[in-house]
């Protein structure tokens, strides 16, 4: 069955410590995206990748980093640098850049011990 | 601004009508979009509108679009326990960066069936 693939569902930070979320679908979609959702908020994008080996900035960058070197994975990695962590992690994808229609995967749980 | 506006709360009673409202600011927006999350879910696309439309229906579901008054509302029909959810408007970021996957959501409003 084709989806996208987030994990961990819950991961722990600890200070000053960098990590990472995976995200892998075999939609064979062009273009992906990570977006952060805080309780009672509406959902913030990070980043995003319109074509393997390119990403773009999304609204809340600053503390976190990407990759794309693979058309089905799209990891994102929260920095110490991103002093606020704690939030639900929500991966995306469409099947080219032009579509707005997004499938989303299950989401990651980030939180700080 | 870039706001969609939505109501945080709605509860009802099973099998009454659910009415969701949103309103949405980019008038050139090409379709808009209802999203539905389940607890420590994601979110799965419900339904969608074209924006030369003016009602959308599917099954229990129905979209309603005015777009003189940028209002976009979702009505499920025969309300169920399992209706429960959040749901997300969403509408098209114009002019980001070339990507129309860019959505601008609101911040979703909690739908509370009781039996």
């Known amino acids: 069955d084709g989806g996208i693939t987030q994990s961990p569902k819950y991961l722990f930070r600890k200070e000053g410590q960098n990590v990472t979320l995976s995200c892998e679908q075999n939609?064979?979609?062009?273009?992906m995206y990570w977006y952060r959702q805080d309780p009672g908020q509406g959902l913030r994008l990070i980043y995003y990748?319109?074509?393997?080996?390119?990403?773009q900035k999304g609204d809340i960058a600053e503390g976190y980093s990407v990759s794309r070197e693979k058309k089905e994975s799209f990891p994102l990695t929260v920095t110490s640098a991103q002093k606020n962590p704690t939030a639900f992690y929500l991966c995306?994808?469409?099947?080219?850049?032009?579509?707005?229609?997004?499938?989303f995967g299950s989401g990651t749980q980030l939180s700080v011990l | 601004g870039e706001d969609v506006e939505q109501s945080l709360f709605l509860s009802v009673r099973e099998g009454d009508s659910s009415v969701i409202n949103c309103t949405y600011t980019d008038s050139s927006s090409t379709y808009l979009y209802w999203y539905k999350q389940e607890p420590g879910a994601g979110l799965q696309l419900l339904t969608y509108?074209?924006?030369?439309?003016d009602m959308k229906q599917d099954q229990r579901l129905t979209v309603l679009l005015n777009k003189k008054d940028k209002h976009l509302s979702l009505r499920i029909a025969d309300t169920q326990t399992g209706d429960s959810a959040i749901y997300f408007c969403?509408?098209?970021?114009?002019?980001?960066?070339?990507?129309?996957?860019?959505?601008?959501f609101g911040k979703g409003t909690k739908l509370s069936v009781k039996p």
């Open positions: 939609l064979n979609h062009d273009a």
């Open positions: 990748s319109q074509i393997v080996n390119d990403f």
């Open positions: 509108i074209f924006s030369n439309m």
């Open positions: 995306a994808s469409t099947d080219s850049p032009t579509n707005e229609k997004l499938f």
């Open positions: 969403a509408e098209s970021k114009r002019n980001y960066g070339g990507s129309q996957g860019n959505l601008i």
